[in-house]
């Protein structure tokens, strides 16, 4: 825990980056950040093919959580692009369980949610932003700069009501990587308190333990919201990167 002499709390040193794997990590700057990546990645695939290896007709649960996986992504792509999702399906795929499984990792002790740092989650936004524009530009060219010009509006609110649709369009990179950040880095602040205070409160005498136990209580209730948020945060970024390419394929 960062509680330095059970005395104080440091919520925040739980996200300092450090070199993972001894002198290979210190040699490239391989972080935990990294290594944590690179788990969610494998954790993804063995879903993957270990759950479709028997391709049985009466899936297991291994098969069937595969099964379910693909289909509620596929779902996903279909019903807020429309056909042309299918195209789409392997990109929200790989973004929605690559966030999913880096935001469940981060629950266990000792390990490291490396999209509670801005630098991860604002790559992954900038990048669904540059796909979205590329996916309009190929499909619309030039005609995909009416997006910006709302149709029916006064030749004298134009420039003004171009201006604001610019800026809406240059904030999903935000939105997109400030939400997933932001609700991720402070669920994981409100467990270290509360588990802080655990420790705190347990060691300074018996008196102090029904407060102990209260806390104890309310960060194992934090870890069942924590996983709530995870799956959402994973879910809304998916979906509203599905949102942005209707936008693109379609223009409006």
Known sequence: MAAE?????DALSQFALEPALGAIGHSVNFTQANLMMVAASVLVLAL??????????VPGRLQAAAEMCYETVMSMC??????EGKKFF???FCLF?????????GVFPYFFTFTSHIAVT???SSFVFILVTAVALERHG????SYFVPQGIPAVLAPLMVLIEVISYLSRIISLS??????MMAGHVMLEVFGSFVVMLGGAGALYLFPAGLSLVVNVALIGFELLVATLQAYVFAILTCIYLHDAVHLH
């Open 122 to 124: 604002l790559a992954l």
């Open 178 to 183: 400030v939400r997933l950040f932001a609700n």
């Open 5 to 9: 002499g059970h005395s104080s709390i």
């Open 142 to 145: 030039l005609h995909f700069f």
């Open 48 to 57: 993957l093919w270990i759950g479709m290896r028997p391709r049985a007709m």
């Open 97 to 105: 369980f690559f966030i999913l499984f880096g935001n469940f990792i």
């Open 90 to 92: 392997p990109i929200v």
């Open 78 to 83: 279909t019903e807020q692009i429309g056909h």
